[in-house]
C-alpha cells in the first residue's frame, strides 16, 4: 500500500510537472474524487494534493530566495512600465479630448472663418483695381507721349485697353467719370489722326521724295556745262506706278506693300517710326484695324482720292514751273556778255 501510495503521487507530480493547462489538471483530479466510491481513496488523494501544493510552495519559497533580486528587479521594472503605460493612456485621453474640443470649436466657427476668407478675396480684388486705376490714370500723360513721338500702334492700343476697362468692370467707378469721357472721346477722334498720317505718307511723303530726287538730278546736272537738263527721266519707267517704287531713289528698305504682313509688323519704341514709310503706313493700318475704323479708313481714302491727286499735280507743275523758270535764269546769265 505504501509503495502503491508513493507511486501514485510521483505520478501525479509527473503529471503536475508535464502539464501545461492547470485548469485540465484540476478537471481530472476532480473527476478521479467524484468516481471514487471509498472513502479512504479520496483521502488519499487529498492528501496528495496537500503534499503536491506544499511541495509547491516551498520550491516556489525557495526559487524566490534564490533569485529575489531579479524579481525585485522584475517587479519595479514591470511597476514603472505599468506607471508609464498609465500615464501615456491618460495623456492620449486629454489630446483626443483637446482633439474633439478643437473640431467642436472649428465647426462652430465655421461661418466665422467662411467670412474672414471671403473679405481677403474682396480685398485683394479691391487691390488689384485700386493698381489698374493708378495705371489708367496716367494714360493720357502717356498717350500725348505716344502720340508726340507718333508711336501709334502703342498709343491705340493703349487707349483701346483702357477705354475697354473703363466701360467694363470699373464702369461703376463714379471717380472715373471725366477720364472715362476724355478717354472715350479720344478715342472716337484717334481714328482721324491716323487717316490723316495716312494720306500723308500716301500722297505727300512718296510724292516729295520723287521731287527731292530729281532736284538733286537737275542740282547735279547743272554743274555740268552744255549738258541738258532732264525735270523727270520716265523712259525707263513701263508703268506710272514705278514712278513712286522706292528701289528709284536709292531706297532698298522699302517693298512692295503687297509683302507686308500686319501680324508680322511691330513697332519699335526705340527707332524712328517714320523711318520706313511703308512699314508705318502698316502700323498705323494696324491701328485702325484695334479701333475697328477699317470701313471709315476706306470711305475717307475714296473720298479724298481725287482731291490728293490734283494736289499731286498742282505741286508738280508749281516744281516743273520752278525749275523751268530756274533754268531760264541760269541760261540768262551765262549767256549775258562779261
Request: proline share 3%.
Amino acid at each position: 500500500e505504501k509503495r502503491k501510495r508513493v507511486w501514485k503521487m510521483s505520478g501525479y507530480r509527473s503529471q503536475i510537472s508535464k502539464s501545461k493547462d492547470p485548469s485540465g489538471l484540476l478537471i481530472s483530479v476532480i473527476r478521479t474524487l467524484s468516481t471514487s466510491d471509498d472513502v479512504e481513496d479520496r483521502e488519499t488523494e487529498k492528501g496528495r494534493l496537500e503534499e503536491a501544493y506544499e511541495k509547491c510552495d516551498s520550491d516556489l519559497d525557495e526559487k524566490i530566495e534564490q533569485h529575489f533580486t531579479e524579481l525585485t528587479t522584475a517587479i519595479r521594472t514591470y511597476q514603472s512600465i505599468t506607471e508609464r503605460i498609465t500615464s501615456s493612456r491618460n495623456k492620449i485621453k486629454q489630446v483626443k479630448e483637446n482633439l474633439l474640443s478643437c473640431k467642436m470649436l472649428l465647426h462652430c466657427k465655421r461661418d466665422e472663418l467662411r467670412k474672414l476668407w471671403i473679405e481677403g478675396i474682396e480685398h485683394k480684388h479691391v487691390l488689384n483695381l485700386l493698381d489698374e486705376i493708378e495705371n489708367i490714370k496716367q494714360v493720357p500723360q502717356k498717350l500725348e507721349q505716344c502720340m508726340a513721338s507718333k508711336h501709334y500702334l502703342s498709343a491705340t492700343d493703349m487707349l483701346v485697353s483702357a477705354v475697354d476697362s473703363l466701360e467694363g468692370h470699373l464702369l461703376q467707378v463714379e471717380g472715373l467719370s471725366d477720364l472715362r469721357l476724355e478717354l472715350h472721346s479720344k478715342k472716337l477722334n484717334m481714328h482721324s489722326v491716323l487717316i490723316d498720317e495716312l494720306h500723308r505718307h500716301l500722297y505727300i511723303k512718296s510724292t516729295s521724295r520723287l521731287g527731292q530726287w530729281n532736284k538733286d538730278k537737275m542740282r547735279s546736272s547743272l554743274l555740268v556745262k552744255d549738258s541738258p537738263v532732264p525735270l523727270v527721266d520716265v523712259t525707263n519707267l513701263s508703268t506710272p506706278r514705278k514712278l513712286f517704287d522706292g528701289s528709284h531713289f536709292g531706297t532698298p528698305s522699302c517693298s512692295s506693300v503687297k509683302e507686308l504682313n500686319l501680324e508680322d509688323i511691330k513697332e519699335d519704341s526705340d527707332s524712328d517710326p517714320e523711318e520706313n514709310s511703308k512699314v508705318f503706313m502698316g502700323i498705323l493700318i494696324k491701328g485702325l484695324a484695334k479701333l475697328k475704323k477699317i470701313p471709315e479708313t476706306v470711305k475717307a481714302i475714296k473720298e479724298r482720292l481725287e482731291q490728293e491727286l490734283k494736289q499731286i499735280v498742282k505741286r508738280s507743275t508749281t516744281q516743273v514751273a520752278d525749275s523751268g523758270y530756274q533754268r531760264g535764269e541760269n541760261n540768262t546769265q551765262e549767256n549775258q556778255p562779261r
